[in-house]
């Protein structure tokens, strides 16, 4: 008899330990799950009511085509841990050269800083774009301006 008891004790003990082994396996799927989510969530948050705008200048001529690029109000200032990088985007795609910053690294932490931004030859641009890249992610709102 006291075999039989050792036996349902054992078999208990290995019950909870299985039941709290399925807990910890299940929670850390769940627990990676929601980080993941949460760190996509706070990077698109960054970008919420940032945006900007592409004034072309009033002498606009096919060489070295000059334009101002201004972030609006909206939005919250980004802090200096904060990488805040303008992509420029010709014609749908991201462009490497062609183009010039004056400040040569423009600053679009707060709202309402601007730039100048000169394309060496505007014959070949049919739309130009920039957007934000705050940290790793790409903010979904961009300016465009529409050549014709």
């Known amino acids: 008899m006291i075999k039989k008891a050792q ?9 909870i330990l299985l039941v709290l082994a399925s807990v910890v396996i299940v929670w850390q799927v769940v627990n990676s799950a929601v980080s993941k989510g949460a760190k996509q969530v706070e990077r698109g948050s960054s970008c919420l009511g940032v945006s900007l705008e592409i004034i072309p200048a009033a002498n606009l001529n096919n060489i070295n085509a000059e334009f101002t690029v201004r972030r609006s109000t909206g939005g919250d200032s980004f802090s200096n841990s904060v990488s805040v990088v303008p992509l420029v985007m010709i014609n749908g795609n991201l462009a490497q050269t062609g183009y010039s910053w004056n400040p040569q690294n423009p600053d679009f932490r707060s709202p309402l800083s601007s730039a100048k931004l000169t394309i060496s030859n505007l014959n070949n641009v049919s739309t130009l774009e920039v957007a934000l890249k705050v940290d790793e992610s790409v903010c979904p709102l961009v300016a465009k301006w529409t050549k014709y």
């Open 7 to 15: 036996g349902e004790v054992i078999t208990i003990v290995l019950i």
